[in-house]
């Protein structure tokens, strides 16, 4: 224990590099309106005020650049805007189109903005140079979330020596003090050709101080979002057809929100967003629709240790969902299925940033580590309804440190009557001790009674310690969750534990072909019960290279070992995976994770205790473009398990995706999916036609095919959907 805490010791003591002072901009207005074409040749850009003096932060600070960059800023009646222009030859400019909210992988610009400048949160704002627009919201580490959606738009040009993007970014898109003058502010852009990326304000290499190393924007105050409420009316039409069934009567219904003639169904739903005060904002949805959401990407189902974890698409539970991350996932919105009615209520009030969900869901799913709360498979639990609430406070002390209490209620509901329960309060802090010790705790208590009439509390811990700079990072973490500790509002599949988890990484960077990233990383974990049992532990080591030519590879080398009741399970594992985009019409990448695994699948075991089999799992992904508006991608995963190395073939569970796309326009795209699981014995074919010309305003086309594969393909169900909705700003 001595030799741990001398040596954070020794790294809190090496030197901290001298940090330039950040560049400053004075912000002009002008009522001059500005059109979006790309050019700036528009009056209003000779009174904006100029950022230049760029310098290279990508692959790291300090090198020679080999372009330049330069940028202007004003304020308009409504909105900022940002034009930024590129000294990279039309030649040398990679411009593929995309669906927006793609992360740019060409040549692209990016703006960041802290609108309160404390250093702790940010606006991302990304244009490629075909002018594929991204946004996303960054916390204080330096992580994006690319969810969230703002009104922003912008053009690009590209010219014979540079090329340029006007950016316009509405204030109603943004939460802000009226009365603070100064903004934090990010404006880089990179190039593809050179592999590197410019930036106005001089960054570290390792990005986890990126907000507090940004420059200033001031005579900021006085501005105002301009926007009180936004209607968002959607209105869907969906056909189905199960093949082999009579056509049945062709009979009308009627309920909330919907209608259904025949085969046919009418739903419409209303999104409702109240600006209450610049910085606080209300989000009603009525019988939302998310039809347009394309379904989850396949997943690998066989011998999984949890329920496999679902990626949230819809857009009403994105949109502010970083002020519900937590050390635990306890707000997991895919625990809410299909909710009738939805409220959120997200920004600040102050200092105090608050955030609220309030969910009525009549068809939620079954319960990720407790079938005790699940309504599945028990018609005594039919016609459930469960009302989900949720409460965050946030609140920021000084410059360095955070502190948040969460309120969560789930209840089951029927007819008005509570059958079962969960509440889970805690609190939680993150402090910036010195400019690399960051530190983390968090503490929370569960109450819940499920449909057993199980009365259970318990309770959860954390605590993490990070060490940080440019060449390396070391952390340690320690995390709880007692036995009946319930969380069902979020992702908590695993219990009854302690567990320590020890890491550090090692980043070198440079200009080098044969060396752009080199990073190492050792680590070591292990678990144990509330006995002091011994779980779990594993050992391992990884490395990330990046050479020049955009080729990467990674490999990692694991020791790990798992109790059982017929003593330990002790194995090896190993992953080597490589990525190329060194031409920029073919992307690919790929490899293989082959090792020992536990074989705990029930339909496996054959009545056995659960043993230590073997896997490989070989994945290969590759995307061609031909042209920038057409895109081709084809994707495989195949877990085989055996019996031992060398042994009897278990398990063969191949996925296969393939997609077609093609930009008619930046607004306007064709999709054509193709999916097969063998295990899920399930082919699946489905078109889309996409319009959408900005966030919440779509119009689409959408056809689907399901098939099974056994014992012959047949075409199982059919279904066409259409829809429409259309954001109003009053």
């Known amino acids: 224990m001595m030799r741990v805490v001398l040596l954070w010791f020794a790294i809190l003591l090496l030197p901290v590099p001298a940090v330039a002072a950040p560049p400053t901009a004075q912000i002009s207005r002008s009522r001059d309106g500005i059109r979006l074409d790309g050019k700036g040749d528009d009056p209003a850009w000779k009174d904006a005020a100029t950022l230049d003096a760029f310098s290279v932060y990508l692959p790291k600070p300090g090198l020679a650049p080999k372009f330049s960059a330069s940028a202007r800023v004003i304020v308009g009646r409504d909105s900022l805007y940002i034009l930024v222009v590129t000294e990279v030859p039309k030649k040398h400019v990679y411009a593929p189109l995309a669906p927006r909210d793609s992360a740019p992988s060409g040549d692209s610009v990016e703006i960041i903005i802290d609108t309160a400048a404390t250093g702790r949160r940010a606006y991302a704002f990304a244009v490629s140079a075909a002018g594929v627009l991204y946004d996303a919201k960054i916390d204080f580490e330096g992580n994006m979330d690319g969810s969230w959606d703002a009104l922003f738009d912008a053009a690009t040009h590209l010219g014979p020596a540079s090329w340029t993007a006007e950016i316009r970014i509405p204030f109603r898109s943004l939460r802000f003090d009226p009365q603070q003058s100064k903004w934090a502010f990010h404006v880089r852009s990179r190039s593809r050709y050179f592999q590197q990326g410019l930036s106005w304000a001089s960054v570290s290499a390792d990005g986890s101080r990126l907000l507090k190393e940004a420059g200033l924007l001031t005579q900021m105050d006085g501005l105002s979002p301009g926007r009180s409420i936004e209607l968002l009316p959607s209105l869907t039409t969906i056909w189905m057809r199960e093949q082999g069934l009579p056509a049945g009567d062709c009979d009308f219904s009627a309920g909330v929100g919907d209608f259904g ?38 997943q690998l189902q066989v011998n999984n240790r949890f329920d496999i974890h679902l990626k949230e698409k819809r857009p009403f539970f994105l949109e502010g969902r970083e002020l519900f991350k937590l050390p635990f996932e306890l707000v997991y919105t895919r625990s809410i299925g299909k909710p009738d009615l939805a409220l959120k209520l997200t920004g600040s ?350 119009f689409y086309v959408r056809y689907r095919e399901q098939s099974v594969l056994e014992p012959s393909l047949r075409m199982e169900l059919r279904s066409l959907f259409l829809k429409l909705s259309i954001l109003f700003s009053l």
Not at 267 to 289: E, F
Not at 371 to 396: C, K, P, Y
Not at 535 to 564: K, P
């Open 261 to 298: 003639l025949c085969t046919a169904d009418l739903s419409y739903g209303m999104g409702v967003k109240w600006a209450i005060t610049p910085a606080l904002t209300l989000d009603v949805a009525m019988n939302p629709d998310f039809s347009q959401i394309e379904a989850d990407a396949p």
């Open 349 to 698: 009030i102050g200092r105090v940033r608050v955030a609220s969900l309030v969910a009525h869901d009549s068809e939620p799913p079954d319960s990720v580590a407790d079938a005790a709360f699940s309504l599945s498979g028990n018609a005594n639990r039919e016609g459930i309804a469960v009302l989900t609430s949720v409460a965050r406070v946030q609140m920021d002390l000084g410059r360095t440190a955070t502190v948040g209490s969460l309120a969560l209620d789930r209840e089951y509901l029927d007819v008005g009557s509570r059958r079962a329960h969960n509440q889970v309060l805690g609190i939680d802090s993150q402090v910036q001790i010195t400019k690399q010790l960051r530190a983390e705790a968090a503490a929370f208590f569960s109450n819940a009674a499920s449909f057993e009439n199980d009365d259970l509390q318990g309770h959860a811990a954390h605590l993490r310690l990070v060490v940080q700079d440019d060449e390396y990072r070391v952390q340690s973490r320690y995390q709880r969750i007692s036995e009946d500790f319930r969380a069902e509002s979020g992702y908590l599949p695993r219990r009854n534990f302690h567990s320590v988890f020890n890491k550090i990484d090692f980043y070198y960077r440079s200009d080098n072909a044969w060396g752009r990233t080199i990073s190492p990383g050792l680590w070591a974990s292990g678990w144990i019960d509330d006995r002091g049992n011994t779980l779990e532990r594993r050992i391992g080591a990884n490395n990330f290279w990046a050479f020049g030519g955009h080729f990467w590879l990674f490999a990692l080398y694991e020791r790990m070992g798992e109790s059982m009741d017929s003593g330990w399970l002790d194995g090896n594992l190993g992953k080597l995976h490589f990525g190329s985009k060194t031409l920029d019409e073919l992307h690919v990448s790929g490899g293989v994770t082959v090792g020992d695994v536990v074989i705990r699948d029930e339909a496996l075991l054959d009545g056995r205790e659960p043993f230590l089999g073997y896997m490989w799992l070989p994945e290969f992904n590759m995307t061609f473009r031909p042209i920038p508006a057409l895109r081709l991608t084809a994707n495989y995963r195949q877990r085989l398990l055996f019996e031992e190395q060398g042994g009897r073939e278990i398990s063969s569970e191949p996925v296969l995706r393939a997609a077609l796309s093609y930009h008619l326009t930046r607004d306007l795209s064709l999709r054509y999916v193709c999916e097969y699981e063998e295990v899920a014995n399930r082919l699946v074919n489905d078109g889309l036609v996409r319009y959408e010309p900005s966030p919440g305003t779509v």
